[in-house]
Nanobody, 130 residues
Framework: QVHLVESGGGLVQAGDSLRLSCVAS????????TAWFRQAPGKEREFVAI????????FYAASVQGRFTASRDNAQNSVHLRMNSLKPEDTAVYYC???????????????????????WGQGTQVTVSS
């Protein structure tokens, strides 16, 4: 079983950047594909990005494509989300989530469905002011 802890959130202005981190313990992290989700107040949890167990493959939501970059360092059991050109609509609690199996599924629906991920962190707040 994998335990996930996020960090790196904060209050920034529109146009700024942030780098979120998610550190894992309790498993061989390279065996887990890992995703980032976010949830704004009053809204459903929303898929942001996913990275394969090796880090070679990534997939992004259209709303963040070109602005956010997922990466991972399996030697440090960590994944990261670099967020550039932040917008007020990026304000949310950001979660990392993991599922065993390093390869991204072919279905975009499966990649982005929160029910596909049994392991979740506690979340880190990102607030972007205009």
């Amino acid at each position: 079983q994998v335990h996930l802890v996020e960090s790196g959130g904060g209050l920034v202005q529109a146009g700024d950047s942030l780098r979120l981190s998610c550190v894992a313990s309790g498993g061989t992290f390279s065996n887990y594909r890992t995703a980032w989700f976010r949830q704004a107040p009053g809204k459903e949890r929303e898929f942001v990005a996913i990275i394969s167990g090796s880090g070679a493959a990534t997939f992004y939501a259209a709303s963040v494509q070109g602005r956010f970059t997922a990466s991972r360092d399996n030697a440090q059991n960590s994944v990261h989300l670099r967020m550039n050109s932040l917008k007020p609509e990026d304000t949310a609690v950001y979660y990392c989530a993991a599922v065993q199996g390093p390869i991204l599924p072919p279905s975009a629906r499966s990649r982005s469905n929160p029910n596909s991920y049994p392991y979740w962190g506690q979340g880190t707040q990102v607030t972007v002011s205009s």
